[in-house]
């Protein structure tokens, strides 16, 4: 049993921090005093939480920090849906939190009080007992000494000009850099003696890996950011936002939340959540996971293995990203669930914040979490009540689509259109450049090298017996896989486009993968314990098969541009502040943009959601149900750049001026140009024709 702290330390400590961190948002707004007293908040927060879930020592403040998050996440969507989240409320559950915690930490027996000094002596006791050899000591170094040249690169590397992959203006020396950090991390997770510093280092390398387009895109990365950072202003501004979104809401709230505990920007909060906590959370969760039945040294090895599976959607910060991490974790934890080493509740909050956070996720978590309980439930009498349980899980092939009818999508009842390339599982590439060649290999074969993983981590249940007692996972898995076809083949999203559907769709099957991730790492670690046991070879080829998977990985996780594949986006630039800045400056009030998207991007982060026309944007955008402007955009960047185009455009938005804006990047930009010299009122240049910007106004 942990110690804990007296109850008058609790509650003047608790009191001392809640006072001054409101006093300091309410009137003093001193950046490094929000930093630091929303800091010891937390980590007080924390583990009190953690000691009446978890009561594992340091440990109860890492989860407890986990169930912390989804507690303002669930509880500040909740209050921005059905009321506001200003700073009154704030303070509101600034204070609450510590005060509801109090009597059920409390309840816990206690065993002992809280030493300081005692902890930090047990703590130097195992330090001083698990000495490392000079040779791990060196490997410890070296890692160090190179991942810090791979800030340093980054750092150097930063731009705020339109590029379309980070690897444009980033040395191509950070990947052999990045192959060796790997191979020596690898090598000391073998043989090290402890976990802290191990662990430390696999954060490290984690955060260095998805901290790229962080550190990158100085303006910031993606689209959804500049979205949802507007979003989240508004909210804190004012304590709600219209119309009030069924989803997204979770993000909203811990972000709002932090800013107003530490005073930090939204733009830094917004743009390092996601890395950070997928840092520093899974990781650890993973650790302490299957440090319940394996060896460390090779948990340790697990602990970095999502480093060989691409983590795009963990690079930048959105309401999915949030949430798949939340829904990765929940998966993990569930196996403790069943050694009842875990409480439901965990798994409940852990759902409902993700439901809080994006249905998309939150609704097959929720399936999932159910079908889990109701099999521990029935498993002791598993072959009696087997029907009752296929019966129960089929109910749940249509929730899913059901959802998404309900949130205005339409059924499609003509023929499939199902295409052979739909399940096409492998491929060969060869264009004669080996390391092109062997990362686009992997990608290709992403499904198969997992199943085949997988499918070792079931012939290992298997052989052990296990299998029956992983039956669930499968269960869910085939149940969200059939929500996936379902929604795939027979539903109509008439508010996306062709790939953004088939982007929104493929999260599904990215989530059927997560359902599995368990039995996926059971079957790594019987692959890694496979060669780690045989002879020197076999462990070289390990350590180099790992390294090399983690820099391909490394590679794929960004956008990339090569001759495989285009890159499909550029970033927000400068000159597109700068354009959209000319225009606010030169334009009448009422006016309406035809610009790409990151143009669209860029207006959102100078001046937010200004204006609306018939429920468009004023800014031409791919997004809503209606998208006549940005409709009208395409028009006139592939059938020419016509007056008759722009007319249709102002009519359309009963405006008497509107604005063509071109980024010299767009294909044939050129040829459009010259189009729009010819039919424009007035012409505007940004930095030296990077952007042009075509005035046309009603006659």
């Not at 040779?135 to 150097?156: E, K, M």
């Not at 930090?264 to 959540?273: A, G, M, P, Q, V």
């Amino acid at each position: 049993m942990e110690a804990k702290i007296s109850k008058i330390k609790y509650l003047t400590l608790s009191s001392l921090l809640c006072l001054v961190l409101i006093f300091n948002q309410q009137n003093w707004q001193i950046l490094i005093l929000g930093i630091i007293t929303g800091t010891f908040y937390l980590l007080f927060v924390s583990q009190i939480t953690g000691s009446i879930f978890f009561n594992k020592g340091g440990w109860s403040t890492i989860f407890g920090s986990i169930l912390l998050t989804t507690i303002i996440a669930f509880l500040g969507g909740l209050l921005i849906y059905f009321y506001q989240f200003n700073n009154y409320v704030f303070y509101l559950v600034l204070v609450l939190l510590p005060a509801v915690l109090f009597i059920p930490y409390y309840q816990i027996e206690i065993r002992e009080k809280f030493s300081l000094k005692k902890i930090i002596k047990k703590y130097l006791d195992q330090f001083d007992g698990r000495r490392e050899p000079k040779s791990n000591s060196a490997l410890v170094i070296s890692y160090l000494v190179l991942i810090s040249f791979g800030f340093w690169l980054l750092f150097l590397s930063q731009t705020t000009e339109s590029i379309q992959s980070p690897w444009q203006v980033v040395p191509p020396k950070i990947f052999s850099l990045y192959f060796f950090a790997s191979l020596i991390l690898l090598v000391f997770l073998f043989r090290s003696h402890r976990t802290k510093l191990p662990l430390i280092l696999i954060i490290i390398h984690t955060f260095f890996s998805t901290s790229v387009a962080a550190i990158i895109y100085r303006i910031g990365y993606g689209f959804d950011p500049f979205i949802h950072q507007a979003t989240e202003k508004i909210i804190a501004q004012t304590g709600t936002i219209s119309p009030k979104p069924l989803y997204y809401l979770g993000q909203y709230a811990l972000i709002i939340f932090l800013n107003k505990l530490t005073l930090i920007n939204f733009e830094f909060l917004d743009r390092w959540l996601v890395p950070v906590l997928y840092s520093l959370f899974l990781p650890l969760t993973i650790f302490y996971v299957f440090s319940h039945w394996l060896k460390k040294n090779y948990v340790l090895v697990l602990t970095a293995l999502p480093l060989a599976i691409p983590y795009a959607g963990f690079i930048m910060t959105a309401p999915q990203n949030l949430a798949n991490l939340f829904f990765i974790l929940t998966i993990f934890l569930s196996l403790l669930y069943f050694r009842n080493q875990l409480s439901p509740i965990v798994l409940h909050l852990l759902t409902i914040a993700t439901i809080a956070i994006h249905p998309l996720a939150g609704i097959p978590l929720l399936i999932t979490i159910f079908l889990l309980q109701l099999f521990k439930i029935l498993y002791k009498s598993y072959h009696r009540h087997l029907s009752l349980y296929v019966l129960a899980a089929l109910v749940f092939t249509l929730f899913i689509p059901l959802a998404l009818v309900v949130n205005g999508e339409a059924l499609k009842l003509s023929s499939i259109g199902v295409k052979l390339s739909d399940f096409k599982i492998f491929g060969w590439v060869n264009h004669f450049d080996l390391p092109l060649d062997l990362a686009y290999l992997f990608l290709t074969n992403k499904i198969l090298m997992a199943g085949l993983i997988i499918g070792v981590g079931l012939y290992y249940l298997a052989k052990h017996k296990l299998l029956r007692n992983n039956a669930a996972y499968l269960t869910a898995t085939a149940i969200i896989f059939i929500n996936y076809l379902i929604v795939k083949y027979f539903l109509v999203f008439s508010a996306l486009r062709d790939n953004d559907k088939n982007a929104f769709i493929s999260r599904l099957l990215t989530i059927v993968f997560y359902i599995l991730l368990p039995i996926f790492f059971v079957g790594g670690y019987y692959l890694i314990k496979k060669f780690w046991t045989k002879n020197l070879v076999a462990k070289t080829f390990l350590i180099l098969f790992l390294a090399g998977t983690f820099t391909i990985s490394f590679y794929l996780s960004y956008p990339r541009l090569n001759q495989y594949e285009p890159a499909k986006f550029f970033n927000v630039s400068t000159s597109d502040l700068k354009a959209v800045n000319l225009i606010e400056q030169i334009s009448a009030p009422e006016h309406i943009v035809l610009a790409n998207q990151m143009i669209g991007a860029a207006a959102i982060k100078e001046f937010g959601f200004k204006k609306y026309y018939d429920n468009q944007f004023y800014y031409s955008m791919p997004m809503g149900p209606k998208q006549t402007l940005y409709d009208l955009y395409l028009e006139m960047i592939y059938q020419g750049a016509k007056k008759e185009t722009m007319a249709k455009a102002m009519a359309e938005a009963q405006v008497n001026e509107a604005y063509f804006v071109l980024n010299q990047y767009w294909n044939n930009s050129e040829k459009i140009r010259q189009q729009a010299v010819k039919t424009a009122d007035k012409i505007f240049n940004i930095d030296e024709g990077k952007i042009f910007i075509f005035k046309y106004s009603k006659n």
